[in-house]
Nanobody
Framework: QVQLVESGGGLVQPGGSLRLSCVAS????????MNWYRQGAGKQRELVAG???????NYGDSVKGRFTVSRDSAKNTAYLQMNSLEPEDTAVYYC???????????????WGQGTQVTVSS
């Protein structure tokens, strides 16, 4: 049983910073791409940032230059450093991971439960 657990969300003032973490645990696996998504109230879920198994990163246009995605494969963890936060960044943030489970022929995508980020003065 594989689980992804996000942490690090909370309430922050505009201009502030937060660091989200996403830890994968459970069966033996290899982490491939890990992504961060967000969904604001009344909005569609959008891709915020992603990082491949080799470390290649990509970002949504609205967060470029402010957010940084990274990973520590030894700890099965991905991070999202969020700086210069704006009220428009308020959303539930989800991580997803494409995991190759040992003994299975293909990787599967797993999702965390989400963590709330609220940017408000």
């Amino acid at each position: 049983q594989v689980q992804l657990v996000e942490s690090g969300g909370g309430l922050v003032q505009p201009g502030g910073s937060l660091r989200l973490s996403c830890v994968a645990s459970g069966s033996s696996f290899r982490m491939n791409t890990m992504n961060w998504y967000r969904q604001g109230a009344g909005k569609q879920r959008e891709l915020v940032a992603g990082i491949s198994g080799s470390g290649t990163t990509n970002y949504g246009d609205s967060v470029k230059g402010r957010f940084t995605v990274s990973r520590d494969s030894a700890k099965n963890t991905a991070y999202l450093q969020m700086n210069s936060l704006e009220p428009e960044d308020t959303a539930v943030y989800y991580c997803s991971a494409d995991l190759q489970i040992v003994g299975r022929p293909f990787p599967s995508r797993y999702w965390g439960q989400g963590t709330q980020v609220t940017v408000s003065s």
